[in-house]
């Protein structure tokens, strides 16, 4: 009896080491899965922050880029500005010698060098239709009390200068000695027939006059036509 009571014992200790056995097994092929699992899940991770890395140079190097064009289409502008600024400037004072030679020659033939100021008739006095009466004979008696003919230049000079800042202060118009209807007149602005008749007192020849004039007039039948006008003052 004793005899099969130690073989029992025995039998149902190898059995209880088996299942020990059994069950280390297991649980060390349950931690060996983990482990691989979160392997995979950090190597995913790494992979990620990678391509991440990688898209954020790209559109660093990108915004580079667009920053170099952006500063070559800058320079690029200003030099282009620079330059055009340089040849208005050289258009600008080009244009300015000129129109001083030009009025050079207008005060040399268009005033007036009088012996006797107090025969001058008002039409003779240039901007005369924005003067009154007793401006007119001021004008006179100043210009009789010029002893120099420089002095009376000088008068001149001043004196047109302020006639043309009274014209465009009123809006009028400003005729000067000699000249009549501006053709078209009637369609242009009053600063418009005044700078008309200013260009005209800077042409010296009979030529040129007619080249300005005979432009003039096709601008001008262009925009009757335009404006389905008919013009009816002619110079």
Do not use: C, W
């Not at 000129?98 to 901007?127: F, M, N």
């Not at 008068?155 to 000067?176: C, N, T, W, Y």
């Not at 000699?178 to 009979?206: A, F, H, K, W």
């Amino acid at each position: 009896m004793r005899y099969k009571l130690s073989i029992g014992l025995i039998l149902a200790s190898i059995l209880v080491l088996m299942f020990v056995a059994v069950g280390a097994q297991q649980g060390q092929g349950g931690g060996s899965g983990d482990r691989d699992q979160q392997m995979d899940r950090d190597y995913d991770r790494d992979m990620d922050q990678d391509r991440d890395y990688d898209r954020d140079m790209d559109q660093d190097r990108d915004y580079d880029r667009d920053m170099d064009q952006d500063r070559d289409r800058d320079r690029d502008y200003n030099t282009t500005e620079s330059m055009d600024r340089d040849q208005d400037r050289d258009r600008l004072r080009a244009h300015d010698q000129d129109k001083d030679q030009d009025r050079d020659r207008v005060q040399d033939r268009d005033r007036l060098h009088v012996t006797d100021p107090a025969s001058l008739r008002d039409e003779d006095i240039y901007g005369s239709a924005l003067m009154s009466k007793e401006e007119l004979k001021q004008y006179r008696n100043q210009l009789m009390n010029m002893e120099t003919e420089q002095a009376r230049e000088h008068f001149q000079i001043q004196h047109e200068s302020k006639m043309q800042e009274r014209a465009q202060l009123r809006g009028q118009d400003l005729v000067p000695p000699g000249q009549g209807p501006i053709y078209g007149g009637e369609l242009m602005t009053v600063q418009e027939r005044n700078q008309y008749r200013e260009q005209l007192r800077y042409i010296d020849s009979d030529e040129e006059r007619e080249e300005f004039q005979a432009r003039h007039q096709e601008q001008m039948n262009l925009r009757a036509k335009a404006l389905e006008l008919d013009i009816e003052e002619a110079e």
